[in-house]
């Protein structure tokens, strides 16, 4: 599937403008629109194809998708001067209804739902392939769509919730609420299951399946606080036997790991040279193969944001009395003196561009090493095509341990966190240990908060569990230093949009904005 995506046919809306009414009432034989195009299967799978295509565009997880998530976290810093104003404001709360990063991501989304419905909503006539594989293509955009709108209640609350392709400039729509859309959401995942397959084959990994659909389900529910629901979802996905912790902890951001037993669904990336398409919406025969987040992140390359000093000092380590330093420090930051280049050259201070970490009362250059191509180049000044896995079995399973103490069953619960400590590159002591004893269900919760994230740090899933944790009551203090109640549990809706909405107005705003 990687090299189909490139090949996504984008299908352009133009109005022409004149003043004679017969030119206005012609149509171009050869002009393709949405009614004329989805003719059959191999149209039906270009449309398809670019819904991904939007998926992996520069303005979602190419690169601002993982700034927009990350940057609202605790887990990061900025790594100096170099951090962009607009990303900056992200992570220090300064943020306005104008920030360039959260309207880009917001506009985003709204493209690829609009790719999606124009698929879902003019492929009637296709009859010329299985009537299954029609269901799995278009199960396969509903997917993409309800992750959109997952993506955007969780961050923005009630938003507009285009269920049909958009026909006039009428068409806009005023805010839903959350409610309605997490139910839309729901009823989507729950439906389109039974069309995804479990599986696919080489050529085609990447693509939704049903495992994919419920895990996000499961996010879905837990998001609402609806552990019931979750862990149903959650052990449908743990009892499917498809998915495994792999042995090496490593191998879940490697380039020649990809597609491996923990992933439940990735967003395909290959590498061509180091040529990064800038183009926001992933469009057409030159639609990007390569994630900017190499070069973003790396400890050689611009190094905007680096591991923040929390998260640091959050990993179990012998230097503070633990009884073994956890391997998934090494190996998801670099350090100076640290060997990579296939060992062949050593990271100095002087390579990390801009500012140092406080580990332990230690001052230190440190860098992530998640998703960075140093392991195997000398320079990594260069974008990559190191796949970005959007959902894996470890989340899988702490997600299972989260529920079930929620549900108040604790020993299942640690049963299940010490699944991750048991990793055969991790190997920790299993809890309890002396610093998270397990015995009441706030014991197993703070353990639970730990092991998420030193396990899931840097990839996107900080943020929603500290949304999810504040949302539901969960939070015994608050990780977020600028944190304003009745302001930040939000973003505001992009000043984009109540310029050009007309059903949103200034009194539609999310409060404290």
């Known amino acids: 599937m990687k090299r189909h995506i490139i090949l996504a046919s984008t299908l352009l809306l133009g109005m ?64 100096g001067g170099q951090l962009e104003t607009p990303r900056n404001q992200l992570l220090l709360g300064t943020h306005d209804s104008g920030n360039s990063i959260m309207g880009t991501v917001w506009l985003a989304y709204y493209r690829l739902i609009h790719r999606a419905n124009s698929v879902v909503d003019n492929s009637t006539a296709v009859s010329d392939i299985p009537a299954a594989d029609k269901a799995r293509l278009l199960a396969e955009a509903r997917f993409l769509r309800a992750y959109a709108y997952y993506e955007l209640v969780s961050m923005w609350g009630g938003v507009p919730l285009y269920k049909s392709y958009v026909l006039t400039v009428d068409g806009s729509l005023p805010r839903s609420t959350d409610a309605e859309v997490y139910a839309y959401v729901i009823a989507e995942l729950k439906e389109i299951q039974e069309q995804l397959p479990a599986t696919y084959n080489a050529a085609n990994q990447g693509r939704a399946t049903k495992g994919a659909a419920q895990m996000l389900l499961a996010r879905v529910f837990m998001q609402q606080g609806d552990y019931a629901n979750a862990k149903t979802e959650l052990l449908k996905v743990y009892d499917s036997n498809l998915y495994a912790l792999v042995d090496n ?56 944001v680096i591991p ?84 894996r079995f470890a989340e899988t399973i702490l997600s299972l341990a989260e529920v079930e103490n929620e549900l108040g069953n604790i020993p299942q619960a640690v049963k299940y966190l010490n699944m991750t400590r048991a990793r055969k590159s991790v ?22 908060m730990h092991e998420r994230r030193v396990e899931l740090s840097g990839e996107q899933i900080r943020n929603r569990d500290i949304l999810r944790w504040r949302k539901n009551g969960k939070l015994k203090s608050e990780p977020i230093a600028y944190f304003q109640a009745k302001k930040h549990e939000l973003l505001p809706i992009p000043q984009q949009e109540v310029d050009n909405n007309a059903k949103i107005d200034a009194k539609d705003q999310n409060p404290g904005y």
């Not at 190997?427 to 639970?448: E, G, L, N």
Request: overall charge negative.
């Open 16 to 79: 022409v403008l004149s003043c004679n009414q017969d030119v206005l009432e012609k149509t171009n034989p050869n002009g393709v629109t949405v009614e004329n195009y989805y003719k059959n299967g191999a149209e039906l799978t270009s449309g398809v194809t670019s819904v991904y295509s939007m998926l992996k565009a520069n303005n979602l997880v190419a690169r601002e998708w993982f700034f927009l998530h990350d940057l609202r976290g605790d887990d990061m810093a900025a790594g």
């Open 308 to 391: 923040s000093n929390g998260l640091l000092n959050d990993f179990e380590k012998t230097t503070k009395g633990d009884a073994k330093t956890d391997p998934r420090y090494e190996d998801s930051f670099y350090f100076t003196g640290e060997k990579y280049n296939n060992g062949m050259s050593t990271l100095t201070d002087g390579q990390q561009n801009g500012s140092s970490s406080v580990v332990d009362g230690v001052t230190k250059k440190i860098s992530w090493q998640k998703y960075s191509l140093m392991y195997k180049m000398n320079e990594s000044f260069l974008t990559g095509g190191i796949n970005q896995r959007i959902m």
């Open 427 to 448: 190997s920790m002591p299993a809890y309890p240990t002396a610093k998270y004893p397990v015995t009441t269900k706030d014991q197993v919760f703070a353990a639970v």
């Open 249 to 304: 902890y490593n191998d879940n951001y490697l380039e020649e790991t990809e597609f491996n037993k923990e992933s439940i669904f990735e967003v395909n990336f290959y590498p061509s040279g180091g040529v990064y398409n800038w183009d926001g919406d992933g469009n057409g025969a030159t639609a990007g193969t390569e994630t900017v987040r190499t070069q973003e992140y790396s400890a050689i390359g611009w190094r905007n």
